[in-house]
């Protein structure tokens, strides 16, 4: 009896566009018709890290919006590079990059800080510009960097923040007295957000098989140009053969779970 119930709940739950977070809930590689929200530190680790399942949400119909945290206008060894035209760079190939992946630049949402800066900010602003992002979509589930114990401790300064804010930001979305203007002036409810995804994890336990677009994700990494050498150390906004070939051995690398290739992340479901 109450297995059937469970199930009539589900049937009732998945007419309304919604399902109960629980073991009934299909795998994300079976989604449609959601809503994802994906939060980076640069504008390259959402590719690095989510590329195959973010192509598989679009190609299945779902809404896919990424708020990105910095402009990333350090990362350069060429002495000839100015942070601002890094910055149009980047912006540039970071559209690229989603493009291919079925996101277009409409679903970008830049934050605008700058490079190694993110840590540096003022974080009530800085969280309560999260907490909008999520108010405003209120998605289905969000995609952000790990949080988890060893994460802050060895990982780079705006990832520690995005990671450590945009969970700030869960709660602030939640309660609307954290940012009561944004409810007032801008009509934003309260969210409270379903389920999140965490790339850069040292503890996955979610295993995604991205083995049939695994070449999209090495077009999409290598939309980065100017990430890689040669054009790390003196811009050209052409890749080599030679460099996407490197690409393609470090990202199959990276992916390679036996005999097919994977991103992992770790999934938390709201209680
Ligand atoms: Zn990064």
């Not at 994802?36 to 399942?53: K, N, R, S, W, Y």
Request: charged content about 30%; glycine content about 6%; hydrophobic content about 35%.
């Amino acid at each position: 009896m109450k297995t059937k119930w469970i199930g009539l709940m589900s049937v009732f739950c998945l007419l309304l566009g919604q399902w109960s977070w629980s073991e009934e809930a299909p795998p994300i590689e079976q989604w449609k018709d959601k809503t994802v929200l994906v939060f980076t530190p640069h504008p390259d680790d959402e590719t690095l890290q989510c590329a195959g399942i973010l192509s598989m949400l679009t190609s299945n119909g779902n809404k896919v919006i990424v708020g990105i945290y910095t402009n990333d206008d350090k990362g350069s060894l060429d002495l000839e590079m100015t942070s601002e035209r890094l910055a149009r760079i980047r912006r540039v190939e970071e559209e690229a990059a989603c493009a291919e992946l079925g996101i277009p630049k409409e679903n970008l949402v830049w934050f605008g800080y700058g490079d190694g800066n993110l840590e540096y900010a003022d974080p009530q602003r800085l969280r309560g510009e999260a907490a909008r992002l999520i108010k405003k979509y209120r998605p289905d589930a969000i995609f952000t960097v790990d949080p988890g114990s060893d994460y802050e401790r060895w990982h780079k300064t705006d990832h520690r923040m995005a990671a450590f804010i945009t969970k700030d930001a869960f709660i602030a979305a939640e309660w609307h007295l954290y940012y009561p203007q944004q409810l007032l002036d801008e009509g934003l409810k309260p969210y409270r957000i379903p389920m999140a995804y965490y790339y850069y994890t040292d503890k996955p336990n979610c295993i995604v098989d991205i083995t049939k677009i695994i070449d999209k994700k090495v077009k999409a990494v290598a939309k980065h140009v100017s990430q890689f050498p040669p054009s790390v150390d003196k811009y050209t906004p052409e890749m080599s053969p030679e460099a996407y070939n490197q690409i393609k051995v470090d990202v199959e690398k990276e992916a390679k779970d036996g005999e097919r290739f994977v991103e992992r992340f770790r999934r938390e479901v709201a209680p």
